[in-house]
């Protein structure tokens, strides 16, 4: 366990390159992954073809008639697998033989996630900074940590400290920043309907936190 602004997190020591690290979990059953994806696909369809079918809609149009499955499909494979700990992403690390020690930045990566509050997008991007310990991490890997966390309802409190957590943990560095800058569905389609609003969120440990200059960059290149 570490501690970050007196909050406890939940990170534990693990195994370089270990495909199994702790980080804040989201709300799933110990059971969440009992039954296989194409089980959980016939389901879920037979489920919204209910919802389907309670709005008005004529399930025997052509338009219409596949809507179930084609949703079942996108939550199971597509939009929500980050759920699933199986399609976590190998990342593969190299050995810092270069003694590289200073920041290393990596802006405006690109993601769609998705508000567990009402299941609409959350669509944004993410600027990282880590300073290398022992191990360097390859540039997409990054990209593909990013994904996986993303692919998940969400609140984008959390998906900042997954992303933090993760990276600190792999790298084994506690120097490690991620600012998130995202619009909400929830607040532009439904609610107040506000297009013009965005939500920022950050954490800085170790060393990035101490360094102005550089939070400047990972907060100010989202300003756009």
Do not use: W
């Not at 993601?111 to 991490?137: D, L, R, W």
């Not at 940590?145 to 998940?152: G, I, N, P, S, T």
């Not at 969400?154 to 997954?162: A, F, I, P, S, W």
Request: hydrophobic content about 40%; some cysteine; glycine content about 4%.
């Amino acid at each position: 366990m570490t501690k970050l602004n007196g909050n406890t997190l939940l990170v534990k020591e693990s195994l370089i390159n270990s495909n199994h690290h702790v980080t804040v979990k989201n709300p799933l059953r110990d059971d969440a992954f009992d039954i296989d994806d194409d089980l959980k696909i016939e389901l879920i369809a037979e489920k919204f073809k209910d919802i389907v079918e309670i709005l008005g809609f004529d399930l025997t149009n052509d338009s219409i008639k596949d809507t179930p499955n084609r949703v079942a499909k996108m939550y199971v494979n597509e939009i929500f697998k980050g759920l699933n700990p199986i399609n976590k992403p190998k990342v593969a690390l190299f050995k810092n033989v270069y003694e590289y020690h200073t920041p290393l930045v990596e802006l405006n990566i690109p993601f769609t996630s998705f508000c567990e509050h009402h299941f609409v997008p959350i669509q944004g991007k993410v600027n990282i900074a880590y300073m290398p310990n022992t191990y360097v991490i390859g540039l997409s890997k990054i990209h593909r940590l990013v994904d996986f966390y993303a692919r998940r309802p969400q609140v984008q409190e959390r998906l900042t400290m997954q992303i933090v957590q993760e990276l600190s943990t792999t790298l084994n560095t506690k120097d490690v920043g991620v600012v998130i800058k995202a619009n909400h569905s929830c607040i532009s389609c439904r609610g107040v309907e506000d297009l013009g609003s965005s939500t920022l969120t950050s954490v800085f440990l170790g060393q990035i936190k101490n360094d102005n200059n550089l939070m400047s960059v990972l907060l100010g290149s989202n300003s756009d």
